[in-house]
């Protein structure tokens, strides 16, 4: 299958930084992209869908102005957690796709503010 | 937001056949079942997909029932690595992922 690389695998940040998670499809260009978090023993929950080009879609009770989506390029989307507290402390997941029935999940990134 | 039930956890034996049901009794008639499962602090894995067929792969069997409400996947030998949260979705759109709480797998030895 195809290959969604995040990075950071881990991150700790202090309380009130910005920390930056790249999501990038390595073999194939991926027109949508997704973001999840998960907390501990529960399962992902989707925070917003960007399609490249275009200013993402948040769910409901998402902050935009907390957690920043950049899609600019066919292959890299981003995701910035502004300000972070230790609230924010989550399993980031990325997934992208490049046509309607597929979707390749990131290995995820674990970060800790503290 | 899923679309789907399944039940909270399973156990199987190592070497046995491992069958996780699910329930998706309001999917319409273009959309499809997907399963991926979650092993401990990683990111989702693709395991099968289907419509309105049986399909199977290297990893495992997807069954449809004929009136498309409900789908078996089975692991034909389940093995420790096995082990792992299995999600069936139902997506809003065909990429787009809404994740229940799945079933949790045991694989014994």
């Known amino acids: 299958g195809a290959v969604v690389s995040q990075h950071p695998s881990w991150v700790i940040c202090k309380s009130g930084t910005s920390v930056k998670i790249e999501c990038r499809s390595l073999?194939?260009?991926?027109?949508?992209m997704f973001w999840y978090r998960q907390f501990p023993k529960q399962s992902l929950m989707l925070m917003a869908t960007?399609?490249?080009?275009?200013?993402?879609?948040?769910e409901q009770g998402v902050e935009k102005d907390k957690f920043l989506i950049n899609h600019a390029s066919l292959t890299l989307s981003t995701l910035t957690v502004t300000s972070a507290h230790p609230e924010d402390s989550s399993f980031y997941i990325c997934?992208?796709?490049?046509?309607?029935?597929?979707?390749?999940f990131g290995q995820g990134t674990r970060l800790t503010v503290v | 937001d899923a679309k789907t039930t399944q039940p909270p956890s399973m156990d199987c034996a190592e070497g046995r056949a491992a069958n996780l049901p699910c329930n998706h009794s309001?999917?319409?008639?273009?959309?499809?079942v997907y399963w991926y499962r979650q092993i401990h602090s990683q990111g989702p894995q693709y395991i099968i997909h289907?419509?309105?067929n049986n399909e199977t792969n290297e990893m495992a069997s997807l069954i449809i029932t004929e009136d498309r409400k409900s789908s078996t996947l089975i692991l034909p030998h389940a093995t420790l690595r096995d082990t792992a949260v299995y999600y069936c979705?139902?997506?809003?759109?065909?990429?787009?992922?809404?994740f229940g709480a799945g079933t949790r797998l045991t694989v014994k030895p």
């Open positions: 997934s992208a796709s490049s046509n309607p029935i597929e979707a390749f």
């Open positions: 073999d194939f260009q991926a027109t949508t």
């Open positions: 960007s399609n490249e080009g275009s200013k993402a879609t948040y």
């Open positions: 309001t999917i319409s008639g273009n959309e499809y």
């Open positions: 289907g419509l309105k």
């Open positions: 979705i139902v997506p809003y759109n065909n990429n787009d992922m809404r």
